[in-house]
């Protein structure tokens, strides 16, 4: 049997022995205690799988969005890649034409130099025959 007497300020005892309680008494609090346990686990566990599903849904959401971004840029970068490539086969062609252009100056100006020998050997030839 457990005292619940207390000492007064004397060190006197006041009060009488209380008696401990049944057993039948303490497994009934213990299961009011297990249960109320229980029942807090259980919300609990519930709100924990409730946030667990809302982070994966937001999770699976900036997933699918980041996917959607990523096809987005690749598009982007195939267009770059090919206006890019167009813009070096211009350049190319650009570049021939120029060459072509300036082979035909070059044979212009051979072709008026042997014109301009040839008109003044004409000149020479008609002057010698004057």
Known sequence: RASTAVADGDGARV???ATAPSLPTVLSALDRTLESFSHAFATNLERAHGALAASESATLASTRSCAAHAEALRIECD????????????????????????????????ARASAAVLESVVDAYVARRT
């Open 79 to 110: 267009r770059a890649a090919r206006v890019s490539a167009r813009a070096r086969d211009d350049v190319r062609a650009i570049a021939g034409t120029l060459e072509a252009l300036e082979q035909r100056l070059e044979e212009a100006k051979r």
């Open 15 to 17: 009060g009488a022995p």
